[in-house]
């Protein structure tokens, strides 16, 4: 299973473009609340997920993915929940797919998840990614089993990235042509 959090504040188009292209190339994901299971996102947009983060097993789970969009104060919310800290350290502990976007990749940074790692965050967030090498004028970086995008306008991109991580880069182009992205 493929979780996709979301928190109050949230960037609406950084969360829900993974959920849109996952579901499209047929990949299991669900939207995971942190701030309750009912968000209000940062353009005032109103999202009941499929289950709050209250409602996941952490000791049992094993997913494939974990998707932390950006968005302020989307990002801090996220940061602040200890149980998004201890899913995504189910995730690495079981080789998953750690993946976030905009200021979220600051997160990953900040528990020295990107020591090594080539990596992107949002600009002012940059500073952020401890022990990183900034990919500057890249949109999209993967390295690993992490992927980072540098923001909204990237998002779509960045669906596409995890799809192909997920299943296959075949895959990705079937669905980006079906959404005419290609």
Request: proline share 3%; glycine share 8%.
């Amino acid at each position: 299973m493929v979780y996709v959090l979301l928190a109050d504040g949230t960037e609406e188009i950084e969360a829900l473009s993974p959920v849109d292209v996952l579901r499209r190339g047929g990949v299991a994901v669900k939207t995971v609340g942190v701030t309750g299971k009912t968000v209000c996102l940062s353009h005032k947009v109103t999202v009941t997920c499929d289950l709050s983060i209250d409602e996941l097993n952490l000791e049992e789970e094993k997913p494939e993915a974990v998707i932390l969009p950006g968005g302020m104060p989307g990002t801090i919310n996220l940061e602040n929940s200890a149980r998004v800290h201890k899913l995504i350290d189910r995730v690495a502990e079981n080789d998953g797919l750690l993946c976030a976007i905009c200021a979220a990749p600051s997160i990953l940074g900040h528990r020295h998840l990107l020591e090594g790692k080539r990596a992107i965050a949002f600009p002012s967030f940059e500073k952020d990614l401890y022990g990183a090498t900034v990919c500057e004028g890249e949109a999209v970086v993967r390295d690993g089993n992490i992927i980072t995008a540098r923001g909204a306008g990237v998002a779509l991109a960045f669906a596409l990235a995890i799809l192909s991580a997920l299943t296959s880069e075949e895959n990705a182009q079937q669905t980006a042509k079906a959404m005419q992205c290609q």
